[in-house]
């Protein structure tokens, strides 16, 4: 890869200073960063790596109840933790253990992959993504593929998952990548049923309305039976066509609400 | 450059580094610890596993400045003090769990950090702990047995394959 420089700094504060450098990108557990920079297909003249930021490690609960997570916090940290199951499985078929250790809910939020996991309970949980300046509603935070709604040099410190009454995720996995070819994550709260769908589309994650409103009225798989997803704007690649993947939304959200009881 | 400092297998190291210089170059060129191997260099293969503060992660995916004042284990630490092979080591050898032996490093270390949280694991854990390790040699059988057989549980009803 070509060579950089890196900095390791302790605090937010240093951190956020760190990234107003135009050269500098921030570093979280380096999964997804380090492959790509092997690939060169990024080239960034600094790393500030966060992995030395205490303060953004760890997972606490608030007086609303939500389940706060540090960005800084691992796969294998959420995986272990017992305050929201159904997220807790999510992280626990990220990857492998080893990648687990190391790569963090901060970094795979900022980076918003189509196919990654968390956008998906962020966005079915109705979380907040919470940065070194502001709070961000998951709504309002993924924008489409790689996109999101962070300003340059801006550091996800926090997640804040409101715990649902039942939830569950279900992740269709392309057995090559461990990627979800599809996922969905199906979230009831007292006040109606959210669904998040994750890998299918070329937009990224996104919600899928009609199943919410099904659902929120009948929370049972049979209520998805006279709904059908388009296969406009779906992935088409070698793993898998726009309408497969329209179709697999379907099947997995039904097992998604079964699995959620 | 730079200077970076880590204990690795309990004794005291550093070295000049650069900001790119991967963990597993640290331990390789810097160190001539060869035992940790580069099997694919993108993260899927695991033979480059080693322990960092006790937690398993791929040497290949982590830079060697990121482990400054760490506490590294790699496969050279692994034997017991008198040299000899720790059980799960002499696991490997018994239930011939290797063949060509290059994923062999990362195996054990990847089976170390499942049998420290999880010590009599199912036959379906191991094969799910080992997702990230990848043999292109043995179809996995017998590693799984040894790993099984080194955690202290009976293998002989497993039929080899």
């Not at chain 2, 949280?117 to 059988?141: A, K, W």
Request: hydrophobic share 40%; net charge negative; aromatic share 6%.
């Amino acid at each position: 890869m070509y060579a950089f420089e890196m900095e390791r700094p302790e605090t937010l504060a240093d951190a956020v200073a760190a990234l107003k450098d135009e050269e500098a990108q921030a570093l979280g557990g380096g999964q997804t960063l380090i492959p790509t920079m092997k690939q060169r297909l990024a080239q960034p003249g600094r790393l500030i790596s966060l992995a030395g930021i205490a303060e953004m490690k760890g997972i606490d609960s608030d007086d609303d109840g939500r389940l706060c997570i540090g960005g800084g916090t691992t796969h294998g940290a959420i995986a272990a933790q017992s305050d929201y199951p159904a997220l807790a499985a999510l992280a626990s078929r990220i990857g492998d253990p080893a990648v687990r250790n190391r790569g963090t809910i901060g970094g795979s939020v900022a980076n918003n992959d189509p196919s990654a996991c968390y956008p998906a309970a962020c966005l079915a949980s109705n979380a907040t993504i919470v940065t070194n300046a502001r709070e961000i509603a998951a709504d309002d935070f993924f924008l489409g593929m790689f996109t999101t709604a962070l300003e340059e040099g801006e550091i996800v410190t926090e997640v804040r998952f409101p715990v649902p009454e039942a939830a569950n995720y279900q992740k269709f996995a392309q057995p090559a990548s461990r990627f979800p070819l599809v996922g969905v994550f199906v979230a009831k709260f007292s006040d109606g049923v959210r669904v998040a769908v994750t890998g299918a589309s070329e937009g990224g994650v996104f919600r899928w309305s009609e199943a919410e409103t099904a659902l929120s009225d009948n929370f049972s798989a049979a209520a998805l039976d006279d709904l059908n997803v388009s296969a406009d704007g779906m992935i088409s690649d070698l793993h898998g066509s726009g309408a497969y993947r329209a179709h697999l939304i379907k099947v997995m959200t039904g097992r998604a609400v079964t699995a959620a009881g | 450059m730079s200077k970076v400092s880590m204990r690795v297998n309990g004794r005291a190291t550093s070295g000049e580094i650069e900001g790119r210089t991967l963990l597993v170059e640290y331990l390789r060129d810097t160190l001539s610890l060869t035992g940790t191997h580069v099997g694919c260099d993108t993260s899927q293969c695991g033979a480059c596993v080693v322990h960092v503060d006790g937690q398993a992660i791929k040497a290949c995916t982590m830079f060697a400045a990121e482990a400054e004042g760490a506490e590294v284990t790699t496969i050279e630490g692994m034997a017991n003090a008198d040299g000899s092979l720790n059980t799960i080591q002499q696991a490997f050898q018994d239930h011939h769990g290797l063949q060509c032996g290059f994923c062999t490093p990362g195996m054990v270390m990847s089976a170390a950090a499942l049998l420290k949280d999880n010590p009599r694991p199912s036959e379906h854990e191991v094969r799910q702990y080992l997702e990230g390790n990848i043999c292109r040699c043995t179809g996995y059988h017998n590693i799984v047995k040894a790993i099984l057989a080194a955690s202290g549980q009976d293998v002989s009803a497993i039929a080899a394959e």
